[in-house]
T-cell receptor, first 114, second 112 residues
Framework: NAGVTQTPKFQVLKTGQSMTLQCAQDMNHEYMSWYRQDPGMGLRLIHYSVGAGITDQGEVPNGYNVSRSTTEDFPLRLLSAAPSQTSVYFC?????????????FGPGTRLTVT | KNEVEQSPQNLTAQEGEFITINCSYSVGISALHWLQQHPGGGIVSLFMLSSGKKKHGRLIATINIQEKHSSLHITASHPRDSAVYICAPGPHSGGSNYKLTFGKGTLLTVNP
C-alpha cells in the first residue's frame, strides 16, 4: 500500500493564481481531511469528508474548496491564492471517526504564495 | 473548543536520558493521539489511547481522562528520536466525532 499520497511536494504561486493540491489514499478509508500547519500553531482543519459525496468545513475553510467524488481522492482547491495561504498542507485519512481511529498523514505540500 | 497545552515547548536531552512530554486539555474527550514529525518530514501516528497506558518499543503513553492529562515517555532516548511530538485530543464526549484539536508540539533534540 502507498498509504496517503500528496502532490505536488512543493509549489510557488503568485497572488491570485488558482491551483489544486491532490490527495489520494489506497486504504479504502471513509474519512479524509485537509490540515494546514503554520509556525507556532498547531495543525488546523480546513475541510473534511466522511465519505464520497460528503464534505464539510473545518476551522479555517475560507479560500479553499474541496470535493469527494471517489473514496480514494480528496483534492483541495485554492481559488485565488493569497500570501496568507503560505503554509504546509497535510492530507490525512482514517478508517473511522477521528476519535476512535488511527490517523494516516500524507507527506505534505509546502506552498509559497508571493 | 478544546484548549491544548503541551510542555515543555522545547527539550534538549543527552542520549540515554528518560524523556517526558506532557499534554493537558480542557474538554472531556473520547481518545487522544500522539504524533511524531521529523524536521521537514511527514507526520506519523504513534499512539491513540482512551485510558491507561500503551507501550511501543521505547515509547510509553499514559492518559488520565479524569485529570484531562496525558504524558509521552521515551526511555533510553536516542538521537533518532529528535523530532516534534504533537498531542491531539479527540472530540469531546457527545460532540463532533471527527475534529481533532492539535497542540503546538514539543521539539525534542537528543544529542549523542
Amino acid at each position: 500500500n502507498a498509504g496517503v499520497t500528496q502532490t505536488p511536494k512543493f509549489q510557488v504561486l503568485k497572488t491570485g493564481q488558482s491551483m489544486t493540491l491532490q490527495c489520494a489514499q489506497d486504504m479504502n478509508h471513509e474519512y479524509m481531511s485537509w490540515y494546514r500547519q503554520d509556525p507556532g500553531m498547531g495543525l488546523r482543519l480546513i475541510h473534511y469528508s466522511v465519505g464520497a459525496g460528503i464534505t464539510d468545513q473545518g476551522e479555517v475553510p475560507n479560500g479553499y474548496n474541496v470535493s469527494r467524488s471517489t473514496t480514494e481522492d480528496f483534492p483541495l482547491r485554492l481559488l485565488s491564492a493569497a500570501p496568507s495561504q503560505t503554509s504546509v498542507y497535510f492530507c490525512a485519512s482514517s478508517a473511522q471517526l477521528a476519535g476512535v481511529s488511527e490517523q494516516y498523514f500524507g507527506p505534505g505540500t509546502r506552498l509559497t504564495v508571493t | 473548543k478544546n484548549e491544548v497545552e503541551q510542555s515543555p515547548q522545547n527539550l534538549t536531552a543527552q542520549e540515554g536520558e528518560f524523556i517526558t512530554i506532557n499534554c493537558s486539555y480542557s474538554v472531556g474527550i473520547s481518545a487522544l493521539h500522539w504524533l511524531q514529525q521529523h524536521p521537514g518530514g511527514g507526520i506519523v501516528s504513534l499512539f491513540m489511547l482512551s485510558s491507561g497506558k500503551k507501550k511501543h518499543g521505547r515509547l510509553i503513553a499514559t492518559i488520565n481522562i479524569q485529570e484531562k492529562h496525558s504524558s509521552l515517555h521515551i526511555t533510553a532516548s536516542h538521537p533518532r528520536d529528535s523530532a516534534v511530538y504533537i498531542c491531539a485530543p479527540g472530540p469531546h464526549s457527545g460532540g463532533s466525532n471527527y475534529k481533532l484539536t492539535f497542540g503546538k508540539g514539543t521539539l525534542l533534540t537528543v544529542n549523542p
